[in-house]
């Protein structure tokens, strides 16, 4: 996708369970050149199956992921876990970097365990779609 010196384009990935953040970081998305795609699920389980099947496919892989903790089924930590088994087992994920917890949490332990989990980084969620924008543009570059 880099052709000629161009910006190379990236698939991001969000994995949150509101409707509404859902909709405003794809509306910022589609205001940073160097996005190509994104993806949603709106669980860690559906997150995990949605990358299971885009390897069994052979599609675009994520380049980056950002997961919200608080998730009906399958938490973002769940998330984490499950997303490193995976990680071991198919070589190509390795490069989905970063892992960024996107998050209303503020609590410490929180960002602890997240840090144990091998996030790489924990951004609590921005409040206007400025902040959105800028934490989403930062990521891709």
Known sequence: MDKGGGVRKKVVM???DDDSFLYFVRQACRKIEQVHDVLEARDGMEGIDRLKDLLRENKSLPNL????INMPRLDGFGFLENFNELRERHH???DVKPITMLTSSEQSRDREKAQRLKADQYIVKPATLAEARQIISEATQ
């Open 65 to 68: 992921i950002f997961v919200d």
């Open 92 to 94: 190509e994920l390795r």
């Open 14 to 16: 969000f994995v949150d």
